[in-house]
């Protein structure tokens, strides 16, 4: 209910006159809220409540006070009384269990609160000042502080806050309120050079609930610095040079090693061990540093890095550079972009039970000046890990380098090419039309997966349209663009593949080509450049022309020379040619006509006088008729 006060004046109209009438209109209090009880020293007891509503107006606290009355409930003993505050105290008598009654009251009335309470669970201790350092070494502080007397024995638990830069770490102890001296607590197991913020609180170890005491302000105390422990965490990189033999060393704070103070400068120191009896070469470098190049000559060296600051310095981290870089058939992989996540790529290898230890390098930046060389260092039970940094970026080729050690010594084991995430090729790539003919025709192109950094390229898509018309070739897959119009496409899946035959192709016609390269899914665009090819003419008008000029004459030239041929058979038969029967064997005496049986015999002159006639001309003189 909302409270409001009412004042009512009157007066006089003559202003020379300065008499008035006031009138008050108020409500009867409010009862009291929150009513508690708390002792300090178990002397006095100190009782606070919420008034809810007090007036501050000076008429009114004149006219009506409001007035509160802390009293006991079963007498009418009165401990304290107070106008318009909110708190009141009281001395302590024999007794430890208390029952009052918060009586408030004005001239309208009055309201009552109660509360019971055992004095021994409402004490709330106090302490004087902040804490006071009494002792420290590099991980020890012994700290102190000073609680106000109480007048009764008791246990109290006290909390020890030290705060640094790697957060909060509490302690706890339980101390006496009656002892002789003051509490005191020793704080081990801290970090040397290293500055602690330190409070302390205190409560009653009595009663269902704790009041603890107010934190103390903070002393701040700072630990001495102590020589450096664990071992830095080294590598190297070895410049592929064989004649330089260039070693870039590394070197980070591993996750044991402890600086224990400020870094004043690292050492390294060089080892042949070809040669043990040459002097060791030292060198240091200062603290913003962590790398030197170092240029080798043919041997191998042990290299000893190890840090210093103002105390002493740490134990030397080894590491062996062999005296080649030469490491063998090593496996390289590009792999998949599956299980990374967000910002991170994830790699594993083949274990071998006989290296300790494994070790993965790779630049954040491969494409850039800076690499900023990154390593990781891996337990012997390890094969997989998912390496994440803020610098990887999409569509960046990045090369794992995994290494085996054994006794101090590295082994290439494998090269994994990875991605955090591979971006397709957008643009298509250049291609030349080369044997051309009505029917088909060969697209070449060049390699491309050394050109696209992007992504792994894992084959190619030979795009084919034609201009305001669907393509539809037999053997190619068919696809709609932006524009409703068919598309023609040959998705080819080997990398390596650098040529293409298309078939199946319409003479004397106009088509477009493009080869786009992709990694996993390609993405068709119009907007890229395409090759533009007209198929020749087939030949067959030739043939056809040939055909008329030469095979049709041909054809009548011999069907007319077959038709001749049987004419002159019929008007001109054939006379067969006189067979003549030779006479192998002649007698050299006169031949009778006894000798030949002729089938006729014709007499074409008659001989005057008889002579000889030689043989071979007998023939002449005879015809015989068959």
Known sequence: MARMLLILACGFSDVRDNDATYLYLTNQPDKPQNLNCETEDMINVRCTWNPVFVSTD???????PMEFILSDVS????????????????????????????????????????LSFNVMHIVRPVIFNKPAVDYQNATFIQLSWDINPINASLSLLCQINAANGDGNKQYNITVQSNS?????????????????????????????????????????????????????????????DLEQHNVTVFWKESSEFRANGKIQKYHLSLENLEEPSMQHHNFSSSASQKSSVISLGNHSYKILVWAQNGVSASSP?????????KNGKVHLSKETTDNNTEHGIYISWKPQSKFSQYVVDWCNHPTGNACDFQWKKYEQNKSSDLITSDAFRHGVRYTFNVYGIQDDKSYLLEKKVKYLKEEEPLQYILCNIVNATANSLKVTWEPQDQKFNSCFIR??????KMDDQNCMVQGSEQFRNANNLTICSYKIEKPNQTEFTVRHLKPRTKYLFAVQAYAVKPHYTDNGTFKTVFTPDDGKWLFHLLYLLVIIPLMLMCMCSRKSNRVRNCLYPTIPQPKVTPIFKMSSGMTEVNDIIPDQ??????????TLIPAHQKHTSIRKTI
């Open 317 to 325: 981290s080894v590491i062996i550079i062999p005296a080649t870089n």
């Open 58 to 64: 000076c008429f009114f606290r004149d006219a009506c």
């Open 75 to 114: 007498s009418t003993k009165i401990y304290c009384s107070t106008k318009f505050q909110n708190s009141c105290s009281f001395k302590m008598g024999d007794q430890f269990l208390y029952n009052v009654r918060l009586t408030a009251r004005n001239c309208l009335g009055q309201k009552h609160e109660q």
């Open 459 to 464: 084959g190619y898509v030979l795009y084919m």
């Open 601 to 610: 015999l014709v007499m074409l002159e008659k001989p005057q006088e008889f």
């Open 180 to 240: 002789d001296f003051p509490p005191h607590f020793q704080l081990g197991g801290l970090q040397p050079a290293t500055k602690y913020a330190l409070k302390v609180r205190c409560a009653a170890d009595v009663g269902p609930s704790w009041k603890w005491s107010s934190w103390t302000e903070s002393i701040i105390s700072e630990t001495p610095e102590t020589a450096p422990s664990g071992l830095l965490d080294v590598w190297r990189y070895i410049n592929p």
